[in-house]
């Protein structure tokens, strides 16, 4: 079935980038003749049917904004049954037939199950800084985000020469190191911890003596907030301090400044192309779908995959980095 009423929501943690993606959902739909209806504070907007007509003009002026219009929200009540029963009936009493949503895969999640009991189309487009989301290259908001880190690591090296200090500086990074290694080839860190490839602490102190070895009178170790190289970002100051007391040891936390900011213009171009892909694939009638980018090619992905798969670090880049740091 063709749709006819398209709602547009983003879900979940913001990233740079998903309003541009609003944008060109809003703006497909009106250049299609599709109305168009945006849905606010994700699911639990859709629970209480917080519901707004979109139009072209809707969407004036945010492209360069960071952060999502639309509002983000968790919510536990959409984990129920009954809570999507009532977020079923808010859709079908305003007329909307499909949606996109934008977010990562929790909000995917939530999608696959809305779709399951309802046949309810649905297609996702894969917003997140840490680019975790199997099925495409990059996700919205990753490349900003290696931007933010980039230029606030380039500060700290700045005050880490002024005072021969050795900084370890935490990036976002749960479960994937994939802002941590481009971050850190970026900003020539001397090291980078990521989840994926355990460095130990006693390789990273001989690393470090290397470092100081062979003249460099200050350091940077970018720690992916996933790392389990010590207890915490601090736990690895304290060793560090303790094993290698020639080091005058800082710790900085970019935290949520990587999430914040005005999307980048890759940001904001693979935005716009997703968004025009997502809206057309919801009116050749299919579902169930992602969408990604792979070889700068616009591509789908059963959502299932993109929950389930997991996403490689690139181990070249992990040998660019050791080739690097010498």
Do not use: W
Request: aromatic letters at 6%.
């Amino acid at each position: 079935m063709e749709a006819k009423k398209i709602a547009v929501l983003t879900s979940g943690g913001d990233s740079p980038g998903m309003n541009a993606a609003i944008r060109s959902v809003v703006r497909t739909c009106a250049y299609l003749k599709v109305e168009c209806v945006a849905i606010y504070r994700g699911y639990q907007g859709m629970i209480e049917g917080d519901f707004k007509v979109m139009d072209a003009r809707s969407v004036n002026n945010i492209i360069n904004k960071g952060g999502t219009i639309l509002k983000s929200a968790r919510c536990d009540e959409f984990r129920t049954k009954a809570g999507r029963k009532k977020a079923y009936d808010q859709l079908i009493s305003e007329g909307i037939d499909a949606f996109v949503v934008i977010g990562g895969d929790g909000s995917f999640t939530g999608a696959i199950k809305f779709n399951e009991e309802f046949d309810f189309p649905v297609i996702g487009i894969p917003g997140t800084i840490d680019n975790d989301i199997f099925g495409t290259t990059f996700t919205l908001g990753f490349d900003t985000a290696l931007n933010t880190v980039v230029e606030a690591i380039d500060k700290i090296r700045d005050t880490a020469s002024s005072h021969n200090r050795l900084f370890f500086v935490e990036v976002m990074g749960r479960d994937v190191g994939h802002i941590a290694l481009n971050a850190g080839v970026g900003a020539g860190a001397e090291e980078i911890l990521i989840p994926e490839e355990s460095l130990g602490l006693e390789r990273l102190l001989e690393s470090l003596k290397r470092s100081k070895a062979s003249g460099k009178s200050s350091s940077i170790v970018i720690v992916a907030e996933g790392d389990k190289t010590g207890e915490s970002v601090f736990g690895l100051k304290d060793y560090i301090e303790k094993h290698l007391p020639i080091y005058d040891v800082r710790v900085s936390v970019l935290g949520h400044m990587q999430r914040g900011g005005a999307p980048s213009c890759y940001d904001r171009v693979l935005a716009s192309r997703m968004g025009v892909k997502a809206v057309e694939t919801l009116l050749e009638g299919k579902s169930n779908l992602m969408v990604g980018i792979r070889d700068n090619k616009i591509i789908l992905t059963p959502i299932v995959e993109a929950i389930k798969g997991h996403t490689k670090i690139d181990k070249e880049l992990i040998r660019v980095s050791d080739i690097m740091t010498v």
